[in-house]
């Protein structure tokens, strides 16, 4: 159950983006916010690989994207002709992660790496609860692009 609501928020966040362009993806609708729809994109790119990968599988490899000098350059360091490329690095690491959860002996194993024990289950919660947060912003976000409404 937890996988399929995982799953149901990482498709509303990507049906927010669809069929838009990279100008209107990167498009800051509510000033003075940084937020934008890829933004989220990026932000949930990282966030991620953080949780599964580094946190819970322990890898140690780079980052999908660099916060060195900028902890927010998820949200800032946006260019619209990577918009695509940004989203196909999202669905990879979509990917990565529902590997991991699929290859878990259960959902009360402990991260590998982090200073307090946290299990899969609650990762996987706290993803859910950060999609949802953040599918939220993209509502209003789209809405305020072209006026697009729904669930």
Known sequence: MLAVWLDYQRST?????????????????IPPSSLTL???????TYVERHWFAQVFAGSAGPAPISLEGDPDAD????RPSAAPADID??????????????NAED???????LDRPVSLR?????MIEEYA???GHADLLRELVDGSVGE
Do not use: P, T
């Open 122 to 126: 609650w990762i996987m919660i706290h």
């Open 107 to 113: 959902l009360d194993c402990v991260a590998a790496s």
């Open 89 to 102: 690095r999202f669905l990879q690491l979509c990917d990565v992660s529902r590997s991991i959860v699929q």
């Open 75 to 78: 949200f800032n360091d946006l």
């Open 133 to 135: 947060r953040h599918n």
């Open 13 to 29: 966040l990507l049906w927010k983006c669809e069929s838009l362009n990279g100008a209107e993806l990167v498009r800051q609708a």
């Open 38 to 44: 890829l933004g989220l994109v990026r932000h949930m």
